[in-house]
């Protein structure tokens, strides 16, 4: 597969993502077509040796994978890579409503650690889920994406704030509430997102509850002089989810292999669709129910957390350790930190490195600046869950948690070499 056709198969993902639950359903739908069958975690189980399936939870994380040959389980483990699905951005509050100065507003609560600045003067719209009793009385719950740009935050005019480009602060709650509409008498969400389901053939005259999030609606591109670049909203981390989901389409059924994608990395992971709560481990109890080969099985496994990493920006190279700062288009990037925010040990980098080499493709390493605090991701918390081995690893990224992010053309495509190999090599 060309780096272009891969590209162009994750800008694609990534535009029809625009939510967690959007980025489930189209995984979800990958793999039913790739002949992956879906649990239900309310059911009980029955998995075939050599068996690929797939089992989400709360519709906002999911974990898919192949199970290793008949007797192999307790010998082979797992090959696992772990991405999360959501991240940062602005959602909107239970009762929004805002009438102000003949405008209609919704009031935004800020989701994760988000760069703020960069959401003004955007065209943004709204997607998520949406809870409503149908016709028999039943709960059910449908997607929701507007998709054209509905709602928009103006930045205030440089005459009125003569220090706008000197000290811009942002106060979430008092500047982020995003027009919809002009008129003088209040909307009421609820309705808009009735007439909405409605609009598309859902057959309800009640909705319940919603999850609703903004985002940018300028689709995802290649960029630069010589295309060097792919900017999109939403890269950390729906890039690491395709590249896993990809690694794992392609990998056979020579060795057990299985993709985790949770949701709510971006805000602590603390939930029970979150890597700090139950969800792999409960699926890996029923994939082996037994306490001795559970423990063969996980001794015998590996995960590589897969999350962006910080490019060297060179406006603001200092921000970087001298000898640490990965380039895009470099390679894909090792994480260490000497306490342990990353799950990278020598084994388990020499492990990437060893795999990386066999697809000659390059490899970086990152570790904070000694005098600055570091970042962490959903490989710590798995590995001290599971007690599984791990790493972390990453492609390189400008404008990490901004509404437009910026990675380099080539890394994703290679960082899918080195994956492939990892969940097909025994």
């Known amino acids: 597969m060309s780096t272009t056709v891969f590209n162009d198969g994750m800008l694609q993902f990534i535009a029809q993502s625009p939510t967690p639950f959007h980025a489930v359903a189209v995984m979800k739908q990958r793999l039913l ?16 040796c050599a068996g690929r399936y797939f089992v989400s939870r709360n519709d906002s994380s999911i974990i898919a994978f192949v199970l290793p040959p008949e007797g192999q389980l307790a010998a082979q483990g797992f090959r696992m890579v772990g991405a999360h699905t959501d991240s940062p951005c602005l959602k909107v509050k239970p009762h929004p409503e805002i009438s102000s100065n003949g405008y209609f507003q919704l009031g935004v609560e800020v989701y994760g650690g988000a760069l703020l600045n960069p959401w003004f003067d955007r065209d943004l719209s709204l997607a998520g889920r949406a ?5 028999s009385g039943q709960l059910q719950h449908a997607l929701i994406d507007y998709q054209q740009p509905v709602a928009v935050i103006p930045s205030l005019a440089i005459h009125l704030d003569r220090d706008a480009n000197k000290n ?14 002009i008129g003088d008498e209040q909307e009421d969400l609820r309705t808009l997102l009735l007439a909405r389901l409605q609009g598309q053939g859902v057959k309800t005259e009640k909705l319940l509850d919603y999850e609703l999030f903004l985002y940018d609606t300028q689709p995802p591109a290649t960029v630069g002089l010589n295309q060097d670049f792919i900017a999109a909203a939403r890269l950390d981390n729906l890039l690491s989810c395709y590249v896993g989901l990809q690694s794992l389409l392609d990998c056979g059924q020579q060795r057990g292999a299985m993709l985790v994608c949770n949701d709510h990395e971006e805000v602590g992971s603390v939930s029970a669709a979150g890597a700090d709560g139950p969800f792999l481990q409960t699926v890996l109890e029923r994939i082996a129910p037994g306490i001795e080969v559970r423990s063969q099985m996980l001794a015998n496994s590996v995960l ?16 970087h350790d001298a000898n640490h ?3 895009l288009n470099g390679g894909p990037v090792i994480k260490v930190n000497a306490n342990q925010r990353y799950a990278t040990n020598s084994e388990t980098s020499a492990l990437f490195r060893y795999l990386a080499e066999q697809e000659g493709v390059p490899v970086q390493t990152f570790t904070v ?3 600055m605090a570091c970042g962490s991701t959903i490989g710590p918390l798995t590995a001290a869950k599971i007690g599984v081995s791990a790493l972390d690893i990453g492609v390189p ?6 509404i437009r ?9 290679n960082l899918y070499k080195v994956l492939k190999r990892f969940m097909t090599e025994s």
């Open 33 to 48: 077509d790739a002949g992956f069958s879906e649990l239900i975690e309310r059911d009980p189980w029955s998995l075939d």
């Open 131 to 135: 809870c409503y009793m149908d016709d």
């Open 168 to 181: 811009h602060s942002v106060n979430p709650q008092k500047h982020l509430p995003v027009i919809l509409s």
């Open 304 to 319: 590589i957390s897969a999350d962006n990493a910080h490019g060297i920006h060179p406006n603001f190279s200092d921000k």
């Open 325 to 327: 700062g990965p380039l």
């Open 369 to 371: 600046r000694s005098d």
């Open 397 to 402: 990224t400008f404008a990490m948690h901004s």
């Open 405 to 413: 992010e910026l990675a380099g053309s080539e890394d994703a495509a």
